[in-house]
């Protein structure tokens, strides 16, 4: 126990909760504890008037008795999250050397990654065995070069909140300055009227009085923000201190927390000032008695003069239609009027034909308009500043049917000597690693985004994890799919790090929990598994634990017939009805609301619709298969754009991370990329 005892009174940190608190202490070892923690954390010895330090072991000797409330306040820790003055912090003598707190007599000497935890040469070679350990000294050397560049980024942030600041200084200046200027030519013209006038010189007096204050508020709630901010970032001036005087172990036990505070540090952003403020008093002819009149102006935008940019470029269904409003000042000048945004309004007719109307000020000054347009036809647009439209306004603007483009063909390297026979489903993960099914060669591939097989999985057989016509795939989380195993007439759910199977679900039959050469499977938001049973002619819905819940589409006057792909969306199960040549909807609880489609080859007609997708703008892609195309819907059956390419046997479709839209080719044995 260090020998060092002193009485102080300042603000001290707690090393367990980091809290601060000031009151006198009595210093007996080299750590800090408030009285929670020491009542939550502390062991009191079997010793009566001992207590020992949960951080460093020291035994304390209590001023009398051994209760909690009886324990001096704190104990100083030598770690720089403490915060004695820097003389104090002097004269506490360091420790020429860190010890092992398993095994006391040894120097600790290594870094333990995988326990996050300082060892010595024999926990090396027993807690510790086989764990991936680095010497001290070349860890914390990588750690302190982090923490001084990440404080080097954020001294030069502070530096660009005090020039904000400087600048909020000026324009106070300014607006004493103004109204100073104003007041006294207020006083000066005063002078020239008869006594009448006093009341009216009051009058306007406290109208400048009123703008001087509300201007200045706006300023000092400015400065007070940045104020805070700069406080905050000079917190990060612990970190350097740590750096410099703290030992390797406080270093790198502490460098996780130091990461996340600093990386929050680093990502405060710098506010701009934008106020301005005009005022000025005009004074009026003497002869009728009155002194004048003050104006006040922060250049107010007006309609008359703000255009709109980009209403002649082609508008697509489904597609998000950006245009560019570029407010303008009486004088036709660009506006810098804080507070605009409040004051725009765009409204689009049909108004129950669009969504996602947006207005978002840009960098430049404009306003970036946007709006998605659900059908093809006519839009009426309209914008108003303040509650007056632009002279142009309303206009009209045409929106087309879609173009789904293909782009490309997703690159897939297969293993020397392996061969793609027939794809059928696809599903790609958080990370970008796709996942494809091979009907015919009866195995699951697994590529990186780029395109690199990682992994082939399963062979012909009815053994769990081997497959028979493998269809449809779906992710359950980043590391697990879901198979449909058609002929086995099972699903498998398959790790596709590992290649092992979690779980093999159903069996071939019709009843609940038996299935029918299941084609496709997927998950709703419940995380509900959700089959199509082909055979079967219907949709089973079961628990993540693969226990029957309900099935549906195998009774009624809208029976499924040969059904290929279920889409849960928000409340509505949308079914490609292959048999029928459409597409149907049912509720959550499997009752049917309506269909649209028939058997055709016109736009919104189907020959053996197959996979289904909702895009991020909410429309509804469908694999027509039979016309070799894709088509989009709105999501109450409006046909909206098709596929300009022809698509070869389109099967399965899915969302990239990319923002593109994958689509297999059954018999081309390809992926195609769709924008």
Known sequence: MNPLVKNLTKQLTCSICLDTYTEPKTISCLHTFCCECLERHARVSQRQGKFRCPECQAEIDLPQGNRFDRLPNSFFHKSLLGVLEAEDREAIPREQQDTCSQHTEERVRYYCSSCKVCICPICVTEDHRGHAFDVLEKAVQEEKKNIVSTVQTIKEKANLFRAE????EETSEDVEMIIAIAKQEVSEATEHVITKTRQQEKQLLESLEVIRRKRLERVNSAKQELESLVKMLQGAEFAEDLVQRGS????IQNKNKLRQKLEELRGVEVPKHRQATFVKFTAASQHNFKLGSIQVSEKPVIAAKSTLEGLDQTFQVGEEGKFTLCPRTSEGEMSDYADLKDQVELLITPAKDVTNVTVNEKYDGNFGLEFTPKVP??????VKIN???LP?????????????VVVGELKLKLFPGDKLERLY????????????TDNRGKCVYVFDKDGNCMRKIGSKRSYTGQFQFPNGISFLNNNEVLIADSSNCRIQRLNIQTEAIVASLGRKGREKGEFGMPINVTVDDKERIVVTEWDNHRIQVMSKEGESIFTFGDDGPEKLHYPSCCLPYKNVFLVTDAGNHCIKAFDQSGIFLYKFGKRGYQDGQFKTPN?????SSNNLLVCDSGNNRVQQFSLDGRFTGKSITRLSDPTSITKAPDGGILVTSFDEKKVYILK
């Open 165 to 168: 600041l400087r600048k909020l």
């Open 248 to 251: 390797t172990v406080d270093i």
């Open 377 to 382: 036809g006519a839009y009426s647009i309209e």
């Open 387 to 389: 509650g007056d439209k």
């Open 392 to 404: 142009t306004c309303p206009t009209i603007v045409q929106v087309k049917e879609r173009e789904l």
């Open 425 to 436: 489903g696809v599903a790609v993960n958080t990370d970008g690693q796709i996942v494809v």
């Open 611 to 615: 996979g289904l997708l909702v895009d």
